[in-house]
T-cell receptor, first 116, second 111 residues
């Protein structure tokens, strides 16, 4: 149980285009989903937290107009990188958890984004 | 400020050579300490959650322990397939379950 999927697993796009990444919880309903970014040889950096049906909460320094997050259902959240630039190239990872104090975050396999 | 520090940054072991990874934390009101394993190019894989000092959990060759200031991940008789980066994270109070991650320990086990 507790499987989280991401799609696509990797994407290459041209500078200035937008890219959408999907995150799904396959066997549980996720009240909260998180989006992380990870640069090579570095740890995970939280970008934003989203609850189903609510606006996402962005971490300091993360542009909410550039990284659009939608959490339309209890099993799906999407991250759209708008007008992508080469500096947005990174490894994006989502995670999901159910409600409750003692609840575990389960991570997706990640999406590698390369902006040319 | 809530903080998580892992040591060492990298650890090289021979197959069968047991060792421990350290995770020191400062957080006001720990809600949980998590250990994850991350293989290159993949998302973190959940290993353990510890909630209170004195708690221990085991899974195959791995054993996690927790004190009020730190956690250890003990690896007994490691195998090459245990090679990965091990991440420690704490859950802060008053959050939506946000995790604060350490930078990880990259473990290499040579046959």
């Amino acid at each position: 149980g507790a499987v989280v999927s991401q799609h696509p697993s990797w994407v290459i796009c041209k500078s200035g285009t937008s890219v959408k990444i999907e995150c799904r919880s396959l066997d549980f309903q996720a009240t909260t989903m998180f989006w992380y970014r990870q640069f090579p040889k570095q740890s995970l950096m939280l970008m934003a937290t989203s609850n189903e049906g609510s606006k996402a909460t962005y971490e300091q320094g993360v542009e909410k107009d550039k990284f659009l997050i939608n959490h339309a259902s209890l099993t799906l959240s999407t991250l759209t990188v708008t007008s992508a630039h080469p500096e947005d190239s990174s490894f994006y990872i989502c995670s999901a958890r159910v409600a409750g104090v003692k609840s575990t975050q389960y991570f997706g396999p990640g999406t590698r984004l390369l902006v040319l | 400020e809530d903080q998580v520090t892992q040591s060492p940054e990298a650890l090289r072991l021979q197959e069968g050579e047991s060792s421990s990874l350290n995770c020191s934390y400062t957080v006001s009101g720990l809600r949980g300490l998590f250990w994850y394993r991350q293989d290159p190019g993949k998302g973190p894989e959940f290993l353990f959650t510890l909630y209170s000092a004195g708690e221990e959990k085991e899974k195959e060759r791995l054993k996690a322990t927790l004190t009020k200031k730190e956690s250890f991940l003990h690896i007994t008789a490691p195998k090459p397939e245990d090679s990965a980066t091990y991440l420690c994270a704490v859950q802060a109070p008053g959050s939506q379950g946000n995790l604060i991650f350490g930078k990880g320990t990259k473990l290499s086990v040579k046959p």
